[in-house]
């Protein structure tokens, strides 16, 4: 494993482990509740990281069999129509996405013989940067409600 690879994944892993930590720290009886910013609920949140992260395990998917087209689409629409999903699933099956996903991007990533910009890109974007960009909010839910 050369060197990059092995910064990107220590870094995913520390910042899957602390979001992870947060998650399960939330009762399933209370993860429905739209409280979070934006009215988004804790299985919203843990359904559209685990989208992303699906969708990431694809482009890596795309990668390695050099089909790969960057976009310049926005990410709007698409956490618009998750967020519709979401709101239609149980604390069980978004924390599935949530695990699955995570699963499955890992698995893809190592799969790739280069990690490119593109590569490195849509893994910290969709990973590391994504996992801390909710954990305050997550912690912060956390602490209202003294769990």
């Known amino acids: 494993m050369n060197d990059r690879r092995a910064e990107l994944l220590a870094d995913e892993n520390a910042a899957w482990n602390e979001l992870h930590d947060l998650v399960e720290r939330v009762p399933l009886d209370a993860c429905d509740d739209p ?3 934006a ?4 299985n919203d949140v843990l359904f559209h990281v685990g989208a992303w992260l699906a969708d990431c395990a694809n482009e890596f998917e795309r990668m390695g069999a050099g089909t790969f087209v960057p976009s ?3 990410s709007d629409g698409q956490n618009a129509a998750w ?3 979401s709101r239609g699933m149980d604390a069980q099956g978004c924390r599935a996405q949530f695990e699955s996903g995570h699963s499955q991007m890992l698995h893809h990533f190592g799969d790739l013989r280069e ?9 910290e974007e969709s990973g590391p940067m994504h996992y801390r960009a909710h954990a305050p909010d997550l912690r912060a839910w956390l602490a209202e409600r003294g769990l």
Do not use: C, G, K, N
């Not at 009215?39 to 804790?42: A, G, I, M, T």
């Not at 490119?116 to 893994?123: K, Q, S, T, V």
């Open 35 to 37: 409280t979070l910013p």
């Open 39 to 42: 009215e988004w609920s804790v």
């Open 72 to 74: 310049d689409e926005s």
């Open 83 to 85: 967020l519709e999903v």
């Open 115 to 123: 990690i490119d910009p593109h590569a490195i890109e849509w893994f």
